[in-house]
């Protein structure tokens, strides 16, 4: 069992190299984990800077007390894969994100596409960006990484676009795509973006729109995957495939 991830805003420890994890993520490493002397752990803050520590004892029920002797940082993985995401309805949305941070896509734009049910407006757009921005963070806890997904605002059409033209690898997942997305020649550096339409599927003028971009359909197999999930499965051959699962 790998040591558990808590997500800090900085590696100041103190003399002897002794750091107190306190606030929520002390309470759940000492309430909920209770972790005990000689355990592992590891701290991050979410942006590649970590350390591992191994835990000295705790105080009351919030307060663990680590040893920390140096943090050390993970670079950014190359090719950095953006999934752009259509707005799924309900909870899928998190769903979403919770299983694309777990295969490792590094950042996760939500698109208001034509054909989503739902779109995000007002307060309730605030909060359910806070919603995927919190379970990118818990997920990334969950699957130990120590550099969580960027979740961008939401972005229009006509911004969608601007990210595929300055990529270097553009695709959408639409079931025109007459070449497999397992085939495409991707780079070995750069940018990967990939766009999943909403359940609806991308309609005929954002298609074109993005092509106009410099991006290609393609398709992933011969089933239809819902949107939730299309993202996840397109985002796990990118990756074997370019090489960062190796």
């Given at each position: ?66 040893q920390l002797d ?174 960062r699962w190796s």
């Amino acid at each position: 069992m790998t040591a558990p991830v808590f997500v800090v805003e900085h590696f100041d420890a103190g003399g002897g190299g002794r750091y107190v994890l306190d606030g929520p993520e002390g309470r759940h490493a000492v309430s909920v984990k209770r972790l005990r002397a000689g355990e592992d752990v590891v701290l991050t803050d979410g942006a590649g800077r970590w350390a591992d520590c191994v835990v000295l004892g705790t105080e009351g029920k919030d307060r663990l007390i680590l040893q920390l002797d140096s943090w050390s940082e993970e670079p950014a993985e190359e090719p950095r894969v953006t999934v752009v995401q259509a707005l799924p309805k309900g909870d899928r949305g998190e769903l979403a994100v919770e299983t694309m941070t777990e295969v490792g896509v590094d950042a996760i734009v939500p698109w208001a596409a034509a054909r989503c049910i739902t779109q995000w407006k007002g307060d309730r757009g605030v909060k359910a960006l806070g919603k995927w921005r919190a379970t990118a963070r818990e997920a990334g806890k969950q699957s130990r990484r120590v550099r969580f997904p960027e979740v961008a605002q939401a972005a229009t059409t006509k911004q969608v676009a601007a990210l595929l033209a300055g990529a270097d690898f553009a695709a959408v997942l639409h079931e025109s795509g007459e070449a497999p997305l397992a085939t495409a020649e991707l780079p070995a550096t750069g940018d990967i973006v990939l766009v999943v339409g909403p359940e609806g599927g991308v309609a005929p003028e954002e298609l074109a729109l993005f092509e106009e971009a410099g991006a290609q359909a393609y398709r992933l197999g011969r089933s239809v995957l819902r949107t939730s999930t299309a993202g996840t499965a397109a985002a796990a051959v990118l990756l074997a495939r370019t090489g960062r699962w190796s």
